[in-house]
């Protein structure tokens, strides 16, 4: 029986299958579209049975031409919040992922999904991963994520087992080819490397000062623990928050990251990009309670703890793989 990671190139897509390798899975089956990405060079490390292009996947897969798939970790798609192109999105976050999920659940398959904390907009109603239908994303990314996660919830047919899981804001290695949509510790690495400072965002929220935004961070090993969590544990359903819980401040990040590289900390401030004002996300934080009560119960990396173990162990060795 085979795995398949869609986005198995990508960021959390070529870490998971790492983690499978480690495991001994080797049957995996990688789906990507690479293009011009520098996104290849995660596969140079990672052993797998098979590569897909991502167009030629979906049409194997409603051909019956793949067989004995026991598995299909759907990690893969546009995950840019800045894309403007709603037709592409919709095509390729919402109508792709619909057609591995109805593929699931005539095929006796199941299905782990890269939902989004951007389907929660601008946090006024919460985080808790019980909200849907009142949640009112902020760009049309999280838009996508929000109506696949809809159709999984309230579509008759499901899969054996179908999870969703809303990633909040991810580091860790691996995210090296993601460009502008990288985590603030790789650029704040690259930045304070070459300048010995770090330039973050402006606040234009009243009460909320420069460098005081708040995400929740989470390390890419907590991510992959998760996952094979939901993998071992067939008999969950449902969608899940995938955070620490620890809403943190962007000062805080770049004070762990110099701290990390023993650096003096030098912190300025810079305007955001007017695309960005209206669309910017100010809190986020996870409501932790749905995963814990299915039986999670591994402690989260803490802010400080993940981006040291980032830069040292990563970064500053020039690593360019998740080991």
């Known amino acids: 029986m085979k795995i398949v990671v869609t986005g198995g190139a990508g960021f959390i897509g070529s870490c998971l299958v790492k983690e499978l390798n480690k495991n001994g899975r080797k049957d995996i089956i990688i789906v990507d579209n690479l293009g011009t990405s520098e996104s290849w060079k995660n596969l140079v490390n990672l052993e797998y049975s098979d590569f897909i292009s991502k167009n030629d996947f979906i049409t194997q897969l409603e051909e019956n031409k793949l067989k004995d798939i026991e598995l299909i970790l759907h990690i893969g798609a546009c ?26 659940a005539k095929n006796n398959c199941r299905l782990v ?35 696949f996660d809809q159709y999984v919830l309230t579509t008759k047919d499901k899969p054996v087992q179908y999870v969703g899981l809303k990633f909040f804001n991810v580091y860790g290695p691996n995210e090296y080819h993601k460009g502008d949509m990288a985590s603030v510790v790789f650029k704040g690495f690259n930045e304070i490397t070459a300048t ?48 620490t819980g620890k809403a943190r401040t962007f000062y805080d990040l770049g004070k762990a990251t110099f701290e990390a590289l023993h650096k ?35 402690e989260f990396f803490s802010l400080e703890d993940g981006v040291k173990d980032y830069v040292i162990n990563y970064l500053s060795k020039n690593l360019k793989h998740y080991d």
């Open 79 to 104: 995950s840019s919040t800045t894309e403007k192109d709603a037709a592409y999105l919709m095509e390729n976050n919402f109508r792709y992922s619909k057609r591995i999920f109805d593929f699931c």
């Open 113 to 147: 999904y890269a939902s989004s904390a951007a389907t929660y907009g601008d946090g006024t109603l919460g985080y808790e991963d019980n909200l849907l239908h009142e949640l009112k994303p902020l760009n049309m990314y999280g838009y996508s994520k929000k109506i």
């Open 196 to 243: 010995g400072l770090l330039k973050l965002f402006k606040s234009y929220k009243e009460g909320v000062k420069d460098g005081e935004q708040k995400r929740d961070f989470i390390y890419i090993k907590d991510v992959v623990a998760v996952v094979l969590f939901m993998m071992d544990n067939k008999n969950v359903n449902g969608i899940f928050n995938v955070g």
């Open 264 to 298: 003096r900390g030098m912190i300025e401030f810079k305007e955001m990009p007017e695309s960005l004002k209206e669309k910017y996300q100010y809190y986020t934080e996870a409501n932790m309670k749905k995963l814990r009560s299915v039986g999670y119960t591994k």
